[in-house]
């Protein structure tokens, strides 16, 4: 383990996010995390300073939907003369609603936050990384990215983004000894299915992972360098079954495991 590496965490207040910053601690990593709320990231801060004393975290309280919010993180960071050697690009969400209906505004803001920022904070970090001939990027999408999402239609295809976005970098970047990540889990049980409005749907009660086995997995597959991680068999098998049926069939699928109950 080495202690001089850190990761910074986006999204890290609740969730996927926040059980990964428990990982990479746990690994020898000290920590940026940043999210909204800085209670909630002084919450964690206080946890894992508990049970790592000897760690470093630094908060960055941000609202990366922002459009400047990247750069603003970025320079934050130079202040501290704090070099990242893993970014975690978790921060992200989705609204289950007609695109029809849905507010234009809330669209583009996902948008902004799930694929403009992480672009742009990804490209602000490698740089460094490539200075340093070493680093890592650790991506989270989702299933989503295999299908298009009826009722969800922009969140699905902004996970599309970040998968493609991701399997480019992997190959892209490898020479520079900087690995590239992608985890794509299935439904979760986090936040996220409350704020987007999914906690109701069919898909998710046909089951949910829980947001420690989808980070254990995550982590795993990142230091293995892995492109892609598909948590879970039921997770690997939609995507594989994807492969064989016709595309017009799987959005009525979609379009019908998306209807509140």
Excluded: W
Excluded at 121 to 128: A, E, F, N, S
């Amino acid at each position: 383990m080495n202690t001089q590496k850190t990761a910074l965490i986006t999204g890290s207040s609740y969730g996927i996010g926040k059980e990964l910053a428990y990982l990479f601690i746990k690994n020898g990593y000290n920590l940026v995390i940043t999210a909204r709320s800085h209670d909630k990231l002084q919450d964690l801060k206080v946890d894992l300073l508990k049970e790592f004393p000897d760690r470093s975290i630094l908060i960055i309280p941000r609202d990366l939907s922002l459009p400047d919010a990247p750069l603003h993180l970025v320079n934050a960071l130079k202040e501290k003369n704090l070099v990242i050697d893993v970014l975690v690009n978790n921060a992200g969400y989705g609204l289950l609603n007609s695109f029809h209906e849905a507010d234009l505004d809330q669209q583009l803001n996902m948008i902004q936050l799930n694929v403009n920022n992480l672009v742009s904070l990804t490209r602000l970090l490698i740089p460094q990384m490539i200075k340093n001939k070493t680093g890592g990027i650790l991506n989270v999408a989702s299933i989503a990215g295999f299908v298009p999402g009826p009722n969800m239609a922009v969140y699905y295809a902004t996970k599309a983004f970040v998968l493609s976005f991701s399997e480019a970098l992997h190959e892209e970047l490898k020479p520079f000894g900087i690995s590239v990540t992608c985890l794509a889990p299935g439904p979760t049980l986090t936040k996220f299915c409350e704020v987007s409005g999914m906690k109701e749907s069919v898909i998710f009660k046909m089951g949910a992972q829980s947001a420690q086995t989808v980070a254990r997995k995550g982590y795993k597959g990142f230091v293995r360098n892995k492109v892609i991680v598909l948590p879970g068999l039921k997770n690997k098998s939609i995507t594989l079954i994807t492969r064989f049926f016709p595309r017009y069939l799987i959005r009525k699928v979609i379009h019908r495991l998306q209807k509140i109950t």
